[in-house]
């Protein structure tokens, strides 16, 4: 089961026409201890996922996680009202993380993280998941990669074609924080979405047009 965070805030306000008291002050403290930030805590995918809420119930997009299909091959039924799988496997390779429909353009992303504070490694991509976006490109979607660079708090989504042009150049195994700065578009964590990565999907189409 997937769990969404809200990511919403709990708004405090002032009592009015009342006298400021150890009372309310205490009030006002533990208000202020209730406010959920939008990317305390959170990981990309989460946050891309109650970005991805927002946007599907203001009618802005169609965005969602990808299953991936698994075959259970084993099941325990320690009581009659559940089960407890035991045993599965991947029927097949996953391919990217999210796709959807923006304003009449298919998109096709992967989010991913990294610790590292100078470079991300490509290894965190898989060839069938380059190969998959080389054929999405093909077919004129958009494509692209969000990337978190944790220990930073940086958010960069990157052209899809500038990560594949990196994984097939021989013998390089990463690519540097100044590169991706200067291929990507940078955003900023907020709060309605918790990730505006569609702004940046505006620019694409506009390139495009």
Known sequence: MVKYPTGSLTPYAKENNKPFSLQNKNKHKKAKSSVNFSDRG??????????????????????????????????????????????????QASTTDYNGVYKGFYLDFE??????KASFPLKNFHEHQIVHLDKCLKQKGICFTIIKFVSLNRYFVTPASFIINAWNQIDKSSVTLD?????????????RPTLPYLDVVDKFILDRN
């Open 42 to 91: 959170m990981t990309l995918e989460q946050q891309i996922n109650e970005s991805n809420k927002f946007y599907l119930i203001q009618d802005i997009a169609v965005v969602h996680k990808k299953p991936t299909p698994v075959q259970i091959v084993k099941v325990d039924y320690p009581k009659r009202s559940r089960a407890v799988i035991k045993e599965a496997y991947f029927r």
């Open 111 to 116: 989010a991913k993280e990294t610790r590292n």
């Open 179 to 191: 590169e991706i700065i200067q291929n990507s578009y940078e955003i900023k964590s907020g709060y």
